[in-house]
């Protein structure tokens, strides 16, 4: 990981007036005579308001951040009380208290400052002529002038981030004024896992730049911040999630790379939300209005709707697809046998997957056709094209799965054509392979013609007398029997065969009694009058209904 030796110079704007510790109460000129009875290593606890406690149930009223203030009244008879108040106190979040002694309550028992200490909570005895109300107001004018130089400062820092897009300026520009106003690098994550960074963040995480860490960052436990480990440097991020219409989010990531990250920061980037978030809907509509015009040359090419290498390079180029004629393609139809995810969905997974594979230093052209995930894969093996290299079909389904959290994602891939205008017989293959595999129940993670054997056949048969006398013969009087009664021995029979012939995996699969099962198949045999038994007629019922299947 590359380094940056000097720290740079930033237009940050300074905070003139500090934010308020416990161990500013004692500048105060009313708390100057105040005395430190325990919890010395608490006096850094920030403290953003004051309140006063003057009832026994004040716990219920507090807030984190308060400096609390008693004249010891509720504990006037119980100064025991004490001990168990102030354990309930730091875990709301009360950075100090302030005890006025000698009126009601003259010592602070021992056990309670012991406690105090070790939560390092630090407690004041405030001097006998203390008035709250004038504390209250100093305090709280100090507080108040803080947070009012706080939003001054994050105005400013608003103001100068939507500059940058009123000058027309880009995601990219946001990045780098955003990152000169906190000190900080940015990188944003957007709903396609891509990383957007600013030319000197590129630059500094070149290397890092593809790491799968980036992308683990959403499944974060809080969202709001964690860890970063690159070159082993664990590294302190912040981030902010970018709504947006897709399933993924945006994210907004700061990094504590050259200076420590304050509140400020934090909330700018909060902030710069709304303005990164109509940015991404401005690059959004532009990329869709794009891969609009792309989905459908991949369409229409697929579908053979060129009628000439002409008309084909035509459509190409203005696309910007400049390379689709060089070298042989084919075509893949993705299968998700567990699932069958929405249009938009599959948008989304073939968006993502042509990131993963361009990350790969390849590149595979994508449509949705009927409902489907069509891949066209380059396959010529001049390696002087990077963009062209092949990529082995194998590393593609381990990229679906993966993105997919589906082990059961595979392709249906048609053969290699090597002239651009015949891929619509690749498809068309690609399709029958398609077709075959979720007949016959074919698991392969990649699919082939080669692959399917007698399947292949059967889906060629044409219609004729012959065929048809088959398939009346070993399976009409059960389709006859089932329309009949409103049974399922059809069905029945099919899991029978695709369970390798094991009826208590049969029952399962068809949620029914394993007696169901039994007398179905008996009922089978009757009314056929065949042997089940008999390899030869498991055979040629298995190919009945498997013809069935094909021409329903």
């Given at each position: 990981?590359?380094?940056?030796?000097d720290?740079?110079?930033?237009?940050?704007?300074d905070i003139?007036?500090?934010?308020?510790?416990?161990?500013?109460?004692?500048?105060?000129?009313?708390?100057?005579?105040?005395?430190?009875?325990?919890?010395?290593k608490?006096?850094?606890?920030?403290?953003?308001?004051?309140?006063?406690?003057?009832?026994?149930?004040?716990?219920?009223?507090?807030?984190?951040?308060?400096?609390?203030?008693?004249?010891?009244?509720?504990?006037?008879?119980?100064?025991?009380a004490?001990?168990?108040?102030?354990?309930?106190?730091?875990?709301?979040?009360?950075?100090?208290?302030?005890?006025?002694?000698?009126?009601?309550i003259?010592?602070?028992?021992?056990?309670?400052?012991?406690?105090?200490?070790?939560?390092?909570f630090?407690?004041?005895?405030?001097?006998?002529?203390?008035?709250?109300?004038?504390?209250?107001?100093?305090?709280?004018?100090?507080?108040?002038?803080?947070?009012?130089?706080?939003?001054?400062?994050?105005?400013?820092?608003?103001?100068?981030?939507?500059?940058?897009?009123?000058?027309?300026?880009g995601?990219k520009?946001?990045?780098?004024?955003l990152?000169?106003?906190?000190?900080?690098?940015?990188?944003?994550?957007?709903?396609?896992?891509?990383?957007?960074?600013?030319?000197?963040?590129?630059?500094?995480?070149?290397e890092?730049l593809?790491?799968?860490?980036?992308?683990?960052?959403?499944?974060?436990?809080?969202m709001?911040?964690?860890?970063?480990?690159?070159?082993?440097?664990?590294?302190?991020?912040?981030?902010?999630?970018?709504?947006?219409?897709?399933?993924?989010?945006?994210?907004?990531?700061?990094?504590?790379?050259?200076?420590?990250?304050?509140?400020?920061?934090?909330?700018?980037?909060?902030r710069?939300i709304?303005?990164?978030?109509?940015?991404?809907?401005?690059?959004?509509?532009?990329?869709?209005?794009?891969?609009?015009?792309?989905?459908?040359f991949?369409?229409?090419?697929?579908?053979?709707?060129?009628?000439?290498?002409?008309?084909?390079?035509?459509?190409?180029?203005?696309?910007?697809?400049?390379?689709?004629?060089q070298?042989?393609?084919?075509?893949?139809?993705?299968?998700?046998?567990?699932?069958?995810?929405?249009?938009?969905?599959?948008?989304?997974?073939?968006?993502?997957l042509?990131?993963a594979?361009?990350?790969?230093?390849?590149?595979?052209?994508?449509a949705?056709?009927?409902?489907?995930?069509i891949?066209?894969?380059?396959?010529?093996?001049?390696?002087?094209?990077?963009?062209?290299n092949?990529?082995?079909?194998?590393?593609?389904?381990?990229?679906?799965?993966?993105?997919?959290h589906?082990?059961?994602?595979?392709?249906?891939?048609?053969?290699?054509?090597?002239k651009?205008?015949?891929?619509?017989?690749?498809?068309?293959?690609?399709?029958?392979?398609?077709?075959?595999?979720?007949?016959?129940?074919l698991?392969?993670?990649v699919?082939?013609?080669?692959?399917?054997?007698?399947?292949?056949?059967?889906y060629?048969?044409?219609?004729?007398?012959?065929?048809?006398?088959?398939?009346?013969?070993?399976?009409?009087?059960?389709?006859?029997?089932?329309a009949?009664?409103?049974?399922?021995?059809?069905?029945?029979?099919?899991m029978?065969?695709q369970?390798n012939?094991?009826?208590?995996?049969?029952?399962?699969?068809?949620?029914?009694?394993?007696?169901?099962?039994?007398?179905?198949l008996?009922?089978?045999?009757?009314?056929?009058?065949?042997?089940?038994?008999?390899?030869?007629?498991q055979?040629?019922?298995?190919?009945?209904?498997?013809?069935?299947?094909?021409?329903?």
């Open positions: 990981m590359k380094r940056i030796q720290k740079p110079t930033v237009d940050v704007p003139k007036t500090p934010i308020l510790r416990c161990r500013d109460l004692f500048l105060f000129p009313l708390l100057k005579d105040a005395k430190l009875l325990a919890g010395g608490g006096l850094d606890n920030l403290i953003e308001r004051i309140n006063v406690m003057e009832v026994p149930d004040v716990i219920d009223w507090v807030k984190p951040g308060e400096f609390l203030m008693t004249t010891g009244y509720p504990f006037r008879d119980n100064a025991e004490l001990i168990e108040l102030i354990p309930q106190l730091v875990k709301k979040g009360v950075s100090a208290l302030g005890i006025k002694t000698k009126r009601f003259h010592e602070i028992p021992s056990q309670a400052l012991e406690i105090a200490n070790q939560l390092n630090p407690i004041i005895e405030l001097p006998v002529g203390t008035v709250f109300s004038d504390v209250v107001r100093d305090v709280m004018e100090r507080v108040l002038f803080h947070e009012v130089e706080q939003i001054s400062i994050l105005q400013e820092r608003i103001q100068a981030m939507s500059s940058v897009l009123l000058d027309g300026g995601m520009d946001l990045l780098k004024r990152e000169q106003l906190l000190g900080n690098p940015i990188v944003l994550l957007d709903s396609s896992n891509r990383l957007v960074t600013s030319d000197a963040t590129a630059i500094l995480f070149e890092h593809l790491d799968e860490s980036w992308q683990e960052l959403r499944y974060l436990p809080e709001g911040s964690g860890y970063l480990k690159l070159d082993g440097r664990q590294i302190r991020i912040y981030m902010s999630d970018i709504p947006g219409k897709r399933r993924l989010h945006s994210l907004l990531i700061l990094l504590e790379w050259r200076q420590e990250v304050v509140p400020l920061d934090c909330l700018t980037l909060d710069t709304t303005i990164a978030g109509l940015e991404m809907m401005n690059i959004e509509a532009k990329r869709q209005v794009e891969s609009q015009y792309i989905d459908q991949i369409q229409d090419w697929l579908l053979g709707r060129f009628h000439n290498l002409s008309d084909l390079r035509i459509r190409a180029e203005a696309c910007g697809c400049y390379n689709v004629l070298g042989g393609y084919s075509t893949a139809i993705v299968r998700m046998a567990d699932s069958k995810p929405s249009v938009a969905e599959l948008h989304e997974l073939l968006e993502m042509r990131r594979v361009k990350l790969e230093g390849k590149e595979i052209y994508t949705i056709i009927e409902g489907e995930a891949l066209v894969i380059p396959c010529n093996e001049d390696n002087s094209n990077l963009n062209l092949p990529i082995n079909p194998s590393k593609i389904v381990h990229l679906l799965r993966k993105l997919q589906n082990d059961r994602v595979s392709l249906c891939l048609g053969k290699r054509v090597d651009p205008e015949e891929l619509n017989t690749s498809y068309r293959e690609a399709k029958q392979i398609h077709k075959i595999s979720i007949i016959c129940a698991d392969q993670s699919l082939t013609n080669d692959e399917l054997g007698v399947y292949s056949l059967l060629l048969l044409p219609e004729c007398e012959e065929v048809n006398h088959f398939q009346k013969k070993f399976l009409q009087p059960l389709l006859d029997y089932d009949k009664h409103d049974t399922n021995l059809v069905e029945t029979l099919q029978y065969f369970v012939r094991n009826m208590k995996q049969t029952a399962e699969r068809l949620f029914t009694h394993y007696n169901t099962v039994i007398y179905r008996e009922r089978v045999k009757d009314i056929l009058v065949m042997d089940l038994e008999n390899p030869e007629i055979l040629q019922l298995q190919l009945a209904l498997k013809l069935h299947q094909m021409r329903v």
